[in-house]
């Protein structure tokens, strides 16, 4: 086997495959379905594929270009992972054939594929966000102070609590406990607020799963938070601040990570909608979309309107999305999580 050329360093994760077990949410489990069908070439190809993106996908990268190589032994991998802003451009300008990003595409991505080519470039959904792991599209998760009551919210809520539109059809806004049924010494106590700065990658996916792309928050009770780098190289990251925030205030609520959770702290289940389910944040019912506030991860390629896909490519997404594919996923332990059945499958139909 050839090895693959690495245009940046990798680090080499010596995990097993970890399984996707873990603990019931409270308080529904999501289902999930079959798993992957096993991957056999259409096709054997060779030659170069560029890969730009994300610098956080490298050991994952890593292991899907070794285990695409058992089978395609002439294919070569220039790999070069320095930031989700860097995936686009490299694919306009002809110098990536993969764009991998570790968050959603903007406007700043889209703009900037589309005023040289005129065309939109193609996207697949090409891993499931992390439960907990920082810069690996962490779910976002909802908190109050553990001497809160309050177990759970929807979406509509959390838009009237956060946002100043509502633009999910609250009513009116919720600034106060008793708004969301709670008495006695929490009637009228106003509802503090910690969140992520809505500049931010995380923030502006708030900002739109929540709030609709709403741009405007109750700021007179909202407190951002950046991620610090202290003198030692070390990182505050906003979470923790958020959170450490929290634990000093009985009646906040904070937007963070599971990853930063004391005992000082709650987290509270999601619905989607008025009348669905709520769910906790875990590993399955992320991987299953059950999560309301469940991140992803892209993969985009150029192919020009009335084109076919280079089938080096083509091959590579296959692999990908094949069960040999999302298993490479887990080997990163605690890291991305793989894609559910349905939406592998939906995948693999836009490669055909």
Known sequence: ????????????????????GCCVPFPLRAQTAAPAPGY?????????????????????????????????PGVRFEINLMGSATAIP??????AD???????????????FMRPLTYKPERFELTTGSLDAPGKAGAIVIFVHRDNPLTQLTLKQLDAIFGYERRRGAPSP??????????????????NLYTYDAETGTGLYF???????????????????KDIKN?????????????????????????????FATAKVKALALAGQDG??????????????????????YAFINRPPGTAMDPKVKEFLRYIFSAEGQQDILRDRNGYLPLKPETLAAQRGLLE
Do not use: C
């Open 90 to 95: 490299g694919l306009y300008a002809g110098r």
């Open 174 to 191: 919720i600034q106060t406990w008793d708004q969301m049924g709670l008495t006695g010494e929490w009637a009228g106590r106003p509802i």
């Open 231 to 259: 003198s030692d190289g070390s990182v505050y990251r906003s979470a923790q601040q958020s959170l450490d925030a929290l634990q000093e205030d009985r009646h906040g609520m904070a937007a963070a990570s599971l990853r």
């Open 207 to 225: 900002l739109h799963a929540v709030l609709g792309d709403s741009r405007k928050m109750n700021w007179e009770r909202l407190k951002e938070f």
């Open 276 to 297: 669905s389910p709520y769910y906790q944040a875990t590993r399955e019912n992320l991987i299953a979309r059950a999560y309301p506030l469940t991140r992803l991860t």
């Open 1 to 20: 086997m050839k090895p693959y050329r690495q245009t940046m360093p990798f680090v080499r994760l010596m995990a097993l495959g970890a399984t996707l």
């Open 98 to 112: 993969l764009a991998f990003l570790g968050r959603e595409n903007n406007i700043t991505d889209n703009n900037g």
């Open 40 to 72: 056999q070439p259409q096709q054997f190809v060779a030659g170069t594929l560029r890969i730009w993106g994300h610098d956080y996908l490298s050991a994952v990268t890593q292991y899907w270009a070794e285990g695409f190589q058992r089978f395609h």
